[in-house]
């Protein structure tokens, strides 16, 4: 894997969720800099709770949107930029999130801009295994994949909880690896 920076590779959006995992969309942000993507980053407003929008400035070099009327200086709206990447990646996608886009709801900063979403979308669950298995998630989940998105995880690992079971979002060297794929 290379070490370029300048975004010669185009675009990848990140969609950030709130959880234990938010940690990791800011090492998989990193990564993909180091690739040679331009990152941009979306997120929700719970996901401030757990990672400061400066992590993520620091480490892909650009603002960072977690407002949902945020424009960008050239006039645009920051969330239409999603659009233009090669690929869209939704993590943590938790419970919640999911239902938003799922549903088509857009509140905050992350969900608008994955409803704007190029034909590479990726989403990574990460949350409890009793809310993974809730049968309005796994619903979800469903309408999520019958509209083209493709799932990540989740694994069986150890829970922010303390205990080993399913709902552990991947690795970011995992998310990495399906991004130079479909993003070569």
């Not at 949107?65 to 090669?86: F, I, N, Q």
């Amino acid at each position: 894997m290379g070490s370029k920076s300048n975004g010669t590779r185009g675009q990848i959006q990140l969609c950030v969720g709130a959880g234990v995992a938010t940690f990791k969309a800011v090492a998989l942000a990193s990564k993909l800099r180091q690739e040679g993507f331009l990152v941009r980053v979306a997120m929700s407003r719970a996901a401030l709770e757990f990672v400061e929008p400066l992590s993520f400035r620091a480490v892909c070099g650009g603002p960072v949107v977690t407002s949902s009327t945020s424009m960008d200086p050239d006039g645009h709206a920051s969330h239409l930029r999603s659009g233009e990447s090669r690929a869209l990646v939704l993590l943590p996608a938790t419970a919640d999130l999911i239902g938003k886009v799922a549903h088509g709801l857009a509140d905050d900063a992350a969900s608008l801009a994955a409803l704007c979403a190029p034909d590479q979308r990726l989403f990574c669950p990460a949350m409890n295994d009793h809310m993974w298995r809730n049968p309005f998630v796994q619903e979800n989940v469903a309408r999520l994949e019958k509209a083209g998105w493709e799932r990540l995880g989740p694994v069986d690992g150890m829970l922010g909880e303390g205990y080993p079971a399913i709902g552990r979002m991947i690795e970011p060297e995992e998310i990495l690896a399906r991004v130079l794929t479909l993003c070569p």
